[in-house]
């Protein structure tokens, strides 16, 4: 079974970048099984899709964050991470990483780790 | 960009059944998921691929799917049942997951 753990600040300043990363344990990030995803969920609102990449690096991300995101991948930690520029209060959330199966859906969770963004 | 329309509530009594609609432009066409999710934890997968439910999830959660509306049903509604309730697809046309809005499901 998958296990997923977010890490990161929780708290930035606005204006700065958010940097998350996700441990992998339980499967190799590169077994190709999997695309690994960010969601994230604003206090008391429902979930919203970020991004996600696969193993070969390819990336495909919500075209209304699309300006500010990057996704990468490290397979030597079995990790991969988020980073978000130019944050404003509006990225306050509970941020999740995720593996998503090819066929659509979201089968494992990371426990989410809250970010906020406060001067 | 594809829209999911939930209502934002549903209540029901114990031991009855409960119904939650996911309303999207000809949805029957596409793959639904279902997540629960409780207050403080983070979301479940509790059906996918419209009807597919994933080891340990209980046979009363059953999910269908035609037309403009996916319905995830819940039979013999316990306390424990109580969440929120999200379904999720994949738009086509920018190959990106997409939520709806969710639905708190209150156990009276």
């Known amino acids: 079974q998958v296990q997923l753990q977010e890490s990161g600040p929780g708290l930035v300043k606005p204006s700065q970048t958010l940097s998350l990363t996700c441990t992998v344990s339980g499967d190799s990030i590169s077994s190709g099984s999997y695309y690994w995803s960010w969601i994230r969920q604003p206090a008391g609102k429902g979930l919203e899709w970020i991004g996600r990449?696969?193993?070969?690096?390819?990336?495909n991300y919500n075209p209304s964050l699309k300006s500010r995101i990057t996704i990468s991948v490290d397979t030597s930690k079995n990790q991969f991470s988020l980073k978000l520029n130019s944050v404003t209060a509006a990225d306050t959330a509970v941020y999740y990483c995720?593996?998503?199966?090819?066929?659509?859906?979201?089968?494992?969770w990371g426990q989410g780790t809250l970010v906020t963004v406060s001067s | 960009s594809y829209v999911l329309t939930q209502p934002p509530s549903v209540s029901v009594a114990p031991g009855k059944t409960a119904r939650i609609t996911c309303g999207g432009n000809n949805i029957g066409s596409k793959s639904v998921h279902w997540y629960q999710q409780k207050p403080g934890q983070a979301p479940v997968l509790v059906i996918y691929?419209?009807?597919d439910r994933p080891s340990g999830i209980p046979e009363r959660f059953s999910g269908s799917n035609s037309g403009n509306t996916a319905t995830l049903t819940i039979s013999r509604v316990e306390a424990g049942d109580e969440a929120d309730y999200y379904c999720q697809v994949c738009d086509s046309s920018s190959d990106h997951p997409v939520f709806g809005g969710g639905t708190k499901l209150t156990v009276l």
């Open positions: 691929h419209d009807s």
């Open positions: 995720a593996s998503t199966a090819v066929a659509g859906f979201v089968d494992y």
């Open positions: 990449i696969y193993t070969s690096g390819s990336t």
